[in-house]
C-alpha cells in the first residue's frame, strides 16, 4: 500500500512564501515522476509542476519564476518551493505519483491581498 502525505500549507499574505512536502510511503519500487497538482474551490484540478527521477522538471506557466519542485534529501519525499504567492494560488495543492493513483489528503494554501 502506497501512502502520500502533504504538509506545509497555510495562510499567508500576497508576496509571501511556503514551502509544501510530499512524503510518500509504502510499498514503492521506482519513483519516476512526481506531479503537483492544485483545485481551487469550483474549479478542475490543475498540474502545477512536476518533477522526473531525472531531475527534469516541467511548470505551469501561472506558476513560472515562483515556484520550485524538488526533491529532497530524504527518501522519497518531494518540494514545492512557492515564491511571490497571489490570492490566485489560493487551493488544496496534492502530490500525485505520476503514472498511478495515489493521491494525498491535500494541503490548503490560502493567499490572502
Known amino acids: 500500500q502506497v501512502q502520500l502525505v502533504e504538509s506545509g500549507g497555510g495562510l499567508v499574505q500576497a508576496g509571501g512564501s511556503l514551502r509544501l512536502s510530499c512524503a510518500v510511503s509504502?510499498?514503492?519500487?521506482?519513483?519516476?515522476?512526481i506531479n503537483w497538482y492544485r483545485q481551487a474551490p469550483g474549479k478542475q484540478r490543475e498540474l502545477v509542476a512536476g518533477?522526473?527521477?531525472?531531475?527534469?522538471?516541467n511548470y505551469a506557466d501561472s506558476v513560472k519564476g515562483r515556484f520550485t519542485i524538488s526533491r529532497g534529501n530524504a527518501k522519497n519525499t518531494w518540494y514545492l518551493q512557492m515564491n511571490s504567492l497571489k490570492p490566485e494560488d489560493t487551493a488544496v495543492y496534492y502530490c500525485?505519483?505520476?503514472?498511478?493513483?495515489?493521491w494525498g489528503q491535500g494541503t490548503q494554501v490560502t493567499v490572502s491581498s
Open positions: 509504502g510499498t514503492i519500487f521506482r519513483i519516476n515522476a
Open positions: 500525485n505519483w505520476v503514472g498511478y493513483p495515489y
Open positions: 518533477i522526473t527521477s531525472g531531475g527534469s522538471t
